[in-house]
T-cell receptor, first 115, second 109 residues
């Protein structure tokens, strides 16, 4: 039962470097999400994809891009990393399309540090 | 805008006692509420959910209570165990789930 798989688990970047966080789910879910978690801020939505072929901005999309590669995979790209993007990133998925009114299944997270 | 808040940042309970974690929400139009548990170094894990047409829902050792009049959500954990030590988040529906900041539950042996 893999669920939601994220890679890598840890990453250190220098300011200005780029990288892509990968996420895959094997539950045949339609919707996928990227959140960041910062101390005292809770979980904040970066981008989401309500269905294959669609993506939408969340609360904090600046500095990020996403790709819904297929139904299983949803990647998050940092084109030019900044120290403010140091955070823990979580990918999540849910079965329904559209507004999130059901439980999300989360991956184990990627801890990213930007120096 | 929507906001979901937790009344206390930390809660310490004795092993075996019942725990009550409270949460206030702002969006009276939300029709779905959910509790997550997050252990150190892991992603949030679903505990229990409730829809707005219900006041109470029970799971295994957990109960969620919804008071729509005062926009208040609570999570009750019966016979708290050391494995219950974690951060707990409430969330409410809207165009997306809005998460509270989290409360740390610490279980004393």
């Amino acid at each position: 039962n893999a669920g939601v798989t994220q890679t890598p688990k840890f990453q250190v970047l220098k300011t200005g470097q780029s990288m892509t966080l990968q996420c895959a789910q094997d539950m045949n879910h339609n919707s996928m999400y990227w959140y960041r978690q910062d101390p005292g801020m809770g979980l904040r939505l970066i981008y989401y994809s309500a269905s294959e072929g669609t993506t939408d901005k969340g609360e904090v999309p600046n500095g990020y891009n996403v790709s819904r590669l297929n139904k299983r995979e949803f990647s998050l790209r940092l084109e030019s990393a900044a120290p403010s993007q140091t955070s823990v990133y979580f990918c999540a998925s849910s079965y329904t399309e559209g507004p999130a009114n059901e439980k999300l299944f989360f991956g184990s997270g990627t801890q990213l540090s930007v120096l | 805008g929507e906001s979901v808040g937790l009344h206390l940042p930390t809660l310490s309970v004795q092993e075996g006692d019942n725990s009550i974690i409270n949460c206030a929400y702002s969006n009276s139009a939300s029709d779905y509420f959910i509790w997550y548990k997050q252990e150190s170094g892991k992603g949030p894990q679903f505990i229990i959910d409730i829809r707005s047409n219900m006041d109470k829902r029970q799971g295994q050792r957990v109960t969620v209570l919804l008071n729509k009049t005062v926009k208040h959500l609570s999570l009750q954990i019966a016979a708290t165990q050391p494995g219950d030590s974690a951060v707990y988040f409430c969330a409410q529906s809207g165009y997306k789930l809005t998460f509270g900041k989290g409360i740390t539950l610490s279980v004393r042996p």
